[in-house]
């Protein structure tokens, strides 16, 4: 059983997906969309301001993960993949170092005294 | 040809698209009346107030779920404040953006008059739009001789670059020269605001409710805002306070509110911020929801 917060995440995913160009929607396969439809939650309705870009609808991190396997596997091609991955790459470098900064012991015997 | 070519689909369009053609156009007729710097000083007089006002109303509409804004100051002291600061923020917004928008379509020569009301004792000689010689019955060699109209009914006709066509409806056939022969418009919502001001130009007294049904039926994704324009503010069947900058900027609005994502717009947004391993984590969390589907069919099938 999915989980209720990926059920979640896939009902914003579709969501997006109602509200997205037919064309782009239309190159992801059909059995991916059923996929989606039958794990969506059944309780959770989106209420997404769609006039909004994607980075500014405040999406919960799972729903930005499925789109984003969306793109690398359905829309971009081998070019803008690696650009892709790149830029994800860069953020999870990004984010370790935030987290070493936050929770490096040295750092926080320097606060404590 | 765009999606405007694409949506007609009746027979005037066809008629239009095949059979017309005008040669040696240099320069797009612009017949306005009033000169260019006089027209802006106009927009900054109008000011933009009752787009502002739309759009004031619709802040308190999301925020308040509030709908008798003429009754406000009598009931919320406090939220009429508040929606008279919104007015007045957002009167300075649209006349900026309809500033610019008139600007650029008048550089460009885009803000025509496609309609030329023939006045009283005029007479102009008109080339008759393939396939309506049966609506002129006195046509000559391909052309006809209007003349103004001695009784209060307004004579109206094409009129592009100079030449003169004649056509039963100019608003709906010069849709189509615009289109087709000009190419005079970047997208649909310049054209939309254009022909709709015509249609305003042409006069009050005519009833012009055919051409809102044609309008919606060729932009069926305006097809609100065209009925919201028509009833709204004006009188039924009358565009008489609306100006063009106002029609761009509610179908401006309108395109806004129907926006769509694009793959390229989801990629962006997904890897700003998003990292590998998250990516990676919802790939796997989503194969193994597969694969227990996958084992809970082949199950069912041994059952």
């Known amino acids: 059983m999915i989980s209720v917060e990926y059920k979640e995440a896939i009902s914003e995913t579709l969501d997006i997906l109602r509200h997205t160009k037919k064309e782009d929607v239309d190159k992801i396969p059909p059995r991916f969309m059923e996929f989606l439809k039958e794990n969506a939650s059944k309780t959770y309705k989106p209420k997404l301001d769609h006039t909004l870009k994607i980075d500014k609808m405040n999406l919960k991190p799972k729903t930005k993960a499925i789109l984003a396997i969306i793109y690398e596997e359905f829309w971009c091609n081998n070019r803008e993949r690696i650009e892709f991955n790149k830029k994800l790459r860069d953020n999870e470098?990004?984010?370790e170092k935030e987290l070493r900064e936050k929770y490096n012991p040295n750092n926080i015997f320097k606060v404590k005294k | 040809m765009g999606k405007i070519g694409k949506n007609l689909s009746n027979t005037l369009y066809k008629i239009l698209v095949r059979d017309i053609t005008v040669e040696n156009i240099d320069k797009v007729f612009i017949d306005f009346e009033l000169k260019k710097d006089d027209f802006l000083?106009?927009?900054?007089?109008?000011?933009?107030?009752?787009v502002a006002i739309y759009r004031a109303q619709r802040v308190m509409r999301e925020k308040y779920d509030f709908e008798d804004f003429k009754k406000l100051h009598e009931q919320?002291?406090?939220k009429y404040d508040e929606y008279e600061t919104i007015i007045e923020q957002e009167k300075k917004k649209v006349a900026k953006d309809a500033e610019e928008i008139l600007e650029r379509l008048l550089d460009e020569g885009k803000i025509i008059s496609t309609v030329k009301e023939i006045k009283k004792g005029e007479k102009i000689t008109a080339i008759i739009v393939p396939g309506q010689e049966k609506n002129y019955p006195d046509s000559k060699d391909g052309c006809v001789e209007i003349n103004g109209s001695e009784d209060m009914k307004k004579r109206t006709i094409i009129c592009i670059n100079g030449k003169y066509y004649a056509y039963p409806d100019p608003l709906a056939a010069s849709l189509s020269l615009c289109v087709n022969e000009f190419k005079l418009f970047?997208?649909?919502i310049e054209l939309l605001a254009n022909q709709m001001y015509n249609t305003k130009a042409e006069g009050y007294d005519i009833p012009i409710n055919d051409r809102i049904f044609f309008l919606q039926k060729?932009?069926?994704e305006y097809r609100d805002e065209i009925a919201h324009i028509m009833t709204r503010y004006g009188k039924k069947g009358s565009f008489y306070i609306y100006e063009e900058d106002d029609i761009v900027y509610l179908l401006r609005e309108s395109e806004l509110r129907k926006k769509e994502h694009t793959a390229e717009e989801i990629g962006q947004g997904t890897a700003n911020g998003l990292s590998k391993g998250e990516e990676e984590e919802a790939k796997e969390a989503l194969i193994r929801a597969k694969e227990r589907e996958t084992k809970t069919a082949d199950?069912?099938?041994l059952n």
């Open chain 2, 186 to 188: 970047d997208d649909d």
């Open chain 1, 93 to 95: 470098i990004a984010k």
């Open chain 2, 299 to 301: 199950e069912q099938d």
């Open chain 2, 76 to 78: 919320d002291k406090e």
């Open chain 2, 218 to 220: 060729l932009f069926p």
């Open chain 2, 41 to 50: 000083e106009e927009i900054k007089r109008w000011d933009g107030l009752r």
